[in-house]
């Protein structure tokens, strides 16, 4: 599960140039990311296949739209997906009194973003090597410190400390956090 | 000079650092700047209590977008790159392994099938779920229309499984591999599966 190679700059750029197989390996890493969105959001199968495909054939027909100056593929199909799940909210709740839309319809909005970003996050620790994602699960979740760490799973501190600081860079980089201005 | 970038990590985590690093590290712009953006990371994954469970779409989906957009044969494998890197191995069918109920709703899994130099069908199987110290895992093969229909495929060692898997199985029927916690010495599979998947042919 190391691999990023739906993410790898090759692949990218393939992807914009029209590449069927890119696409393929864009589907193949990201595929469980927008689906996993919409499932949890929609929470129907049908329903989060369904954009599922619209996200990727989407993806594919806007590819020239995709700048990898402005931001990652991932955050870009991220986005689409979370475009897509509101197109699909919106239709399924076209029912609902127009009064009561609006304000659920932010809160739904930002509770999906929430989620995809909580999604993208677990989803980039899942794809950490074996001993890196456990050092940083370890930090994370468990509270322990980098000594810590380092004794219970035999490895040296100072290999505790750089698994920790480069995973904490990757979620960074995925996670797009700005840096600050300064 | 700026604080050690790995200092500066163990610092966003919470860790106590040297005092004159510390210092140094929350004065300094470039410094303070990383650090805050670090901490705003570690913030973020620890209040992910529950990590949320990751599933995959079922293999009709890449079949209707290849179909939609008029893909031919160029664009078959949409199977995780990372099972083709295998040398001398050839993967035939992979599934992702999804957590059953909710006692392992953290569990999943990959199991990848590969034809080996000789011809065999290997089979690897990799859990990740917190096991418990009891008992055993065991990895099944399971008939996609009738679940009484099963195949025993062995006993996992920790979180890894790696078996060969005879000809003679018939995989577009025993599609379904199912990873159960079992008690030491149970024959029968105890129906407390942890993770389980469907297997996607490699074409």
Known sequence: MGTQQGDLPTVTAAFRAGDAQA??????????????????VLGDVTDAEDVTQQVFTGAWTSRQTFDPARGRLSAWLVQLTLDRVADA????????????????????????????????????????????QQ???MALHDDLTHVQIAERTGLPATTVAGHLRRGLVKLRQRLEVQPSAH | MHTDPELLALLALGEPIAEDERQHAETCLECAAELADLRRVVTLGRSV???????????????SIRAELGFGAAAESAADPASTAEADHEL?????????????????????????????????????????????????????DDPTLRQSLGILDGPHG??????????????????????????????????????????
Do not use: K, N
């Not at chain 1, 609902?96 to 620790?125: F, I, M, Q």
């Open chain 1, 23 to 40: 696409l393929a390996e864009v589907y193949g890493r990201w595929s469980p990311l927008v689906y996993s969105i919409a499932l949890h």
């Open chain 1, 89 to 132: 909210r919106v239709a399924r709740g076209s029912q609902t009194p127009a009064t009561a839309v609006s304000t659920t319809a932010l809160e739904d909005t930002a509770r999906a973003a929430d989620l995809a970003e909580r999604l993208l996050l677990a989803d980039t620790v899942a794809h950490l090597d074996a001993e890196p």
């Open chain 1, 135 to 137: 050092v940083l699960r």
């Open chain 2, 49 to 63: 209590e529950v990590e949320p469970v990751m599933a995959s779409p079922g293999a009709a989906v890449w079949a």
């Open chain 2, 92 to 144: 035939t069918a992979h599934a992702r392994l999804t957590p059953v109920g909710t006692s392992w709703s953290h569990a999943s899994g990959t199991a990848e099938l590969a034809t080996d130099d000789r011809g065999r069908r290997v089979l690897q199987v990799a859990l990740r779920a917190d096991l418990p110290t009891t008992g055993v895992r065991q990895a099944w093969l399971v008939h996609r």
């Open chain 2, 162 to 203: 790696l078996w060969t898997v005879a000809h003679s199985i018939d995989l577009a029927e025993f599609a379904i591999l199912d990873i159960s916690q079992q008690g030491t010495g149970e024959t029968e599979h105890s129906g407390q599966t942890i993770v389980r998947g469907e297997f996607t042919l490699v074409s």
